[in-house]
C-alpha cells in the first residue's frame, strides 16, 4: 500500500506510474511530470493521426503500463494493445525514450530492438515477462539519485562534459561550442516580467548557475548557490545594427570559470526595422518588436535543453504577469523544484554499477569498429593543414511532402526508421565519392537514458560511430538492412561516450581531423516546445553560422509535411560547388530509393549521378594530412637530463608500466585527451612551465616535448637563442605555434 497516489509536478495523478506499480513494481513510490514536453516530435508521420486506434484492450497490468508509456510519448489518450508504434508515429528517438520510461516505471532493461521486433504493446508486454522469467534474480539497473551535498557546489564533470571541456581547452575562446535560440517577438513585452521568468529558470536549474575549475588537470564543474542572467537591452535603429548586435553576443567567448555560461540579448527594433523584417505582416507602432537571443555554451546544454527551457520560460512568464500589480514591480516566483539536477547525473556516472556497464560496451566498440578507415577520404581542394578549422558555411535543400511520405513508407515496409533511410542514402553517396565501401558515419544521441533525465538542461548529447559496409553489390534494401541491424545495435551501446571511445581505440592522433568520424549526419526528432509568450506573437529565426563542427555536417529536418536538408561543410577543405554538387546526388538519390528500393544500388548511383555528377576525386592518394618537418634540433639545454628524465618521470606516473624511451608517443603508450590535460598540470607543477594543451599533440614524442619544456625554461632565463619571454608571474608560457607539429609527432 503506498502512502499517497503518485504525483506529476502539475498535481495530477500520474497513471503510468500507477500503473506500474500495478504491474510489479512496488519499489515505484515517485510521479513524473508528465505532457511537459508534448506536441509532435520532428520526424513524426503526418499520417500517424489518421491510422485508426484498435479497441483491443489490455488484458494485463504490464500490458497496460506498456499502453500508457506510449500514448504518453506519442500524445495520444489512449493506444489499443495490438497497436503498432511506429505506424502510430513511433521513431527512432521515441523509441529510445520508451526503453527509458519502461526502464524507470519497471526496473526492466530492454535493448532498443526490441521494440522493433515487438513494436505492440502486447509483443512487448510478452518480451518483458520472458526477460523476467529468464532471469528471475536479476539485479534491476541503478537509478539517477540526488548527490550528498557540498557546501563548495563541486562536483565531476559529466562524460560528455570532459570531451568538451577537452576540446575548449585545445582550441580556447572560439564560438563553435556555442548554442543559439533567436526569436523575434510582436507585442508589449513585459521586460519586468521577462527578467523575473529567466530568473526563475536560472534558480531552477542548477547547470545555469555552473562554472568550471582545474585541479591538478582534472576538470571539476561547480554549482553556484546563486546566480542570475541579466537581460541585456538594445535599441537598434537599422537592421545592421541589430544583426551586428546579435553576431557579436552570439559569437562573444564565455568564461568557462565564471558562472552563469549563458547571456539573454532583447534588441528593440525600430519601426522601420521592425516593418523591414515583417514585410506585409502587422507592425507594432508602439515600438513593441524586439529580438530575444539565448547563447548558452555546450558544456551546460543541449538542443533538447532548448525545449525546456522554452516550457519554463514560458510558465514563469505567465505566472509572473498573473501575480503582478499594475504600477508595481513584478513579484520573483518560484517553478516547481526538480527532483534531479545535472551534476546528479554527472555523479551518478561514477557508480560502479555504471561503470561496468560501460566497459561491456566499450568491448562491443572495439570488435565492431576494428579495422575501420581512420579516415573517410574525399576529395578536397586543398590537403590538410596541421590544425582543424572549424569555419564553414551552409547550404540548404527542400524535400517536398511526396517525396517525404514515401521514404516514410519505404521505412515502415521493411521495419526501419526514416532516420535508417535517410542515412543509409547519404553513406552511399559517400561511399562512391571516396571510392570505399566501408563507410563510418557519426550521429548524436540523446544520451538520456532514464526518464528523470528529460526535464534537466544540460549536455546529454554523445556521439556514435555508425559503421556499414557497402561490399558485394547490395541492393538499396540490402543496404538499408545493414544500416537497421548496425543501428540498432549501436543505440543498445551508445552510453560509451565518444571520447572513451577514442581512448579504448587508440586511433592515431592529430589535429587535421576528428577521430574516428569526420561526417555527421543529424535527423531532428528531439522533443521542442516553441516558445509561447502571454500575450506575444513568437517567431523563431536563425541566427547565420560561420561554424561547423566535422567536416561534412548533414542536418535533417521536418518542415510541415516535407524535409527540409542542411548541409554544413569545412570551407578550408571543400568549395561551395563541391558541397552543392554532393546536397543535390543526395536529395536525387533519396527520390530514386523512394520509388525503387530494390533496384541494385550501383545502379540507382549511376543514374543519380549521369544529371548529378559529383566532385571529381583527387588524382592519385590523398596527400600526407600533417606533412613532416624537419626535426627539432634540441638547444644544448634541452639535453639536461633534469628535463627529459623529469619529464620522463612524469609520463611513467601517468602511464603506469611504462618505460618511454626519447622517441616514444604519449599516446601511442596509452595517453588519451584527459591524461594529456593531467600532464600539463603536472609539467607545470614540475618544471613552472605553462606548456599549452595542443603541444601535447603537436610534439607527443618525449623528445620533442622535452624540447619545447626546455625552450621555454630558456626564454624564462632570457636566454638570448629562444625569441620568448615569461609573462608576469615569471612563469614561462608557450604560445601555440601555428605551424605543423614536430617531426615524429603525428601523421
Request: with cysteine.
Amino acid at each position: 500500500v503506498w502512502p499517497r497516489l503518485p504525483l506529476n509536478s502539475s498535481g495530477k495523478i500520474d497513471r503510468l506510474a500507477l500503473t506500474a506499480h500495478l504491474a510489479g513494481d512496488p519499489g515505484h513510490d515517485r510521479g513524473h511530470d508528465r505532457g511537459h514536453d508534448r506536441g509532435r516530435d520532428h520526424g513524426h508521420d503526418p499520417a500517424a493521426s489518421m491510422v485508426p486506434r484498435p479497441t483491443g484492450g489490455a488484458a494485463h497490468p504490464l500490458e497496460e503500463a506498456v499502453c500508457e508509456a506510449m500514448a504518453d510519448l506519442l500524445d495520444r489518450p489512449a493506444i489499443g494493445v495490438d497497436q503498432d508504434f511506429f505506424r502510430a508515429g513511433g521513431h527512432s528517438l521515441l523509441a529510445a525514450r520508451l526503453i527509458a520510461r519502461l526502464r524507470s516505471t519497471l526496473a526492466v532493461e530492454l535493448p532498443l530492438r526490441a521494440i522493433f521486433e515487438a513494436p505492440t504493446p502486447r509483443g512487448l508486454a510478452a518480451a518483458i515477462r520472458r526477460q523476467r522469467e529468464a532471469r528471475p534474480d536479476a539485479v534491476p539497473p541503478s537509478r539517477p539519485t540526488r548527490r550528498p551535498h557540498r557546501d563548495d557546489g563541486i562536483a565531476p564533470l559529466s562524460a560528455m562534459q570532459q570531451r568538451l571541456w577537452f576540446l575548449e581547452r585545445l582550441n580556447p575562446g572560439t564560438a563553435t561550442w556555442h548554442l543559439h535560440w533567436l526569436m523575434r517577438v510582436t507585442g508589449p513585452l513585459d521586460r519586468a516580467a521577462l527578467q523575473a521568468a529567466v530568473d526563475a529558470v536560472v534558480a531552477r536549474h542548477e547547470v545555469l548557475r555552473t562554472s568550471f575549475i582545474e585541479r591538478d588537470g582534472m576538470p571539476l564543474q561547480r554549482v553556484e548557490a546563486r546566480g542570475r542572467v541579466m537581460i541585456e537591452g538594445v535599441d537598434a535603429p537599422t537592421a545592421t545594427a541589430r544583426d551586428a548586435a546579435i553576431q557579436a553576443r552570439s559569437a562573444a567567448p564565455f568564461d568557462l570559470s565564471a558562472a552563469p555560461l549563458m547571456r539573454v540579448l532583447l534588441v528593440r527594433d525600430s519601426v522601420e526595422v521592425a516593418g523591414d523584417a515583417a514585410g506585409d505582416a502587422a507592425v507594432d507602432a508602439a515600438g513593441n518588436d524586439h529580438h530575444l537571443l539565448l547563447v548558452i555554451h555546450h558544456l551546460v546544454a543541449d538542443g533538447w535543453s532548448f525545449g525546456i527551457l522554452g516550457r519554463d520560460l514560458a510558465t514563469a512568464y505567465r505566472m509572473t504577469r498573473q501575480a503582478g500589480e499594475d504600477g508595481l514591480p513584478p513579484p520573483a516566483i518560484s517553478l516547481p523544484a526538480l527532483p534531479l539536477q545535472y551534476a546528479d547525473h554527472a555523479q551518478w556516472q561514477q557508480f560502479p554499477d555504471c561503470q561496468a556497464r560501460l566497459q561491456q560496451q566499450i568491448h562491443w566498440w572495439r570488435s565492431t569498429l576494428a579495422g575501420a578507415p581512420a579516415l573517410l577520404e574525399l576529395p578536397s581542394a586543398a590537403p590538410r593543414t596541421g590544425v582543424l578549422d572549424h569555419h564553414g558555411a551552409w547550404l540548404e535543400r527542400r524535400i517536398p511532402a511526396g517525396e517525404a511520405r514515401a521514404l516514410r513508407s519505404l521505412a515502415t515496409a521493411n521495419g526501419a526508421t526514416l532516420f535508417m533511410v535517410l542515412i543509409a542514402a547519404f553513406k552511399a553517396v559517400l561511399g562512391r565519392l571516396a571510392g570505399t565501401d566501408d563507410v563510418v558515419v557519426g550521429t548524436p544521441v540523446a544520451g538520456r537514458t532514464h526518464r528523470e533525465l528529460e526535464d534537466l538542461v544540460g549536455f546529454f548529447v554523445n556521439t556514435l560511430a555508425l559503421r556499414t559496409s557497402l561490399a558485394g553489390a547490395p541492393t538499396f534494401g540490402e543496404v538499408l538492412a545493414r544500416v537497421r541491424q548496425s543501428t540498432l545495435s549501436a543505440f543498445d551501446h551508445a552510453e560509451v561516450p565518444f571520447e572513451k571511445l577514442v581512448e579504448a581505440l587508440q586511433p592515431r592522433r592529430t589535429l587535421a581531423h576528428s577521430p574516428l568520424v569526420q561526417v555527421l549526419f543529424v535527423l531532428h526528432n528531439q522533443p521542442f516546445q516553441p516558445l509561447v509568450l502571454e500575450g506575444l506573437v513568437v517567431t523563431p529565426e536563425t541566427v547565420p553560422g560561420e561554424q561547423v563542427k566535422f567536416d561534412l555536417n548533414l542536418h535533417v529536418a521536418a518542415e510541415g509535411d516535407g524535409l527540409r536538408l542542411a548541409l554544413g561543410w569545412r570551407t578550408a577543405l571543400y568549395p561551395e560547388a563541391a558541397a552543392a554538387q554532393l546536397l543535390d546526388a543526395f536529395a536525387a538519390l533519396i527520390k530514386q530509393v523512394a520509388v525503387a528500393g530494390d533496384e541494385s544500388l550501383a545502379i540507382l548511383l549511376d543514374r543519380v549521378l549521369a544529371d548529378h555528377p559529383l566532385p571529381l576525386p583527387l588524382s592519385g592518394p590523398v596527400p600526407d594530412p600533417l606533412p613532416m618537418v624537419e626535426p627539432v634540433v634540441l638547444p644544448a639545454h634541452g639535453t639536461d637530463p633534469a628535463v627529459i628524465n623529469g619529464l620522463r618521470e612524469l609520463w611513467s606516473q601517468l602511464l603506469p608500466g611504462t618505460q618511454p624511451a626519447d622517441d616514444d608517443d604519449y599516446f601511442l603508450l596509452g595517453g588519451h585527451s584527459l591524461l594529456a590535460m593531467r600532464l600539463v598540470a603536472a609539467i607545470a607543477a614540475r618544471f613552472n612551465v605553462e606548456l599549452p594543451l595542443v603541444a601535447v599533440f603537436e610534439a607527443p614524442a618525449l623528445q620533442a616535448m622535452a624540447a619545447r619544456i626546455a625552450s621555454a625554461i630558456a626564454s624564462r632565463r632570457g636566454s638570448a637563442d629562444v625569441g620568448r619571454t615569461a609573462d608576469g608571474d615569471g612563469v614561462a608560457t608557450i604560445p601555440r605555434r601555428p605551424r605543423v607539429p614536430d617531426n615524429g609527432s603525428l601523421e
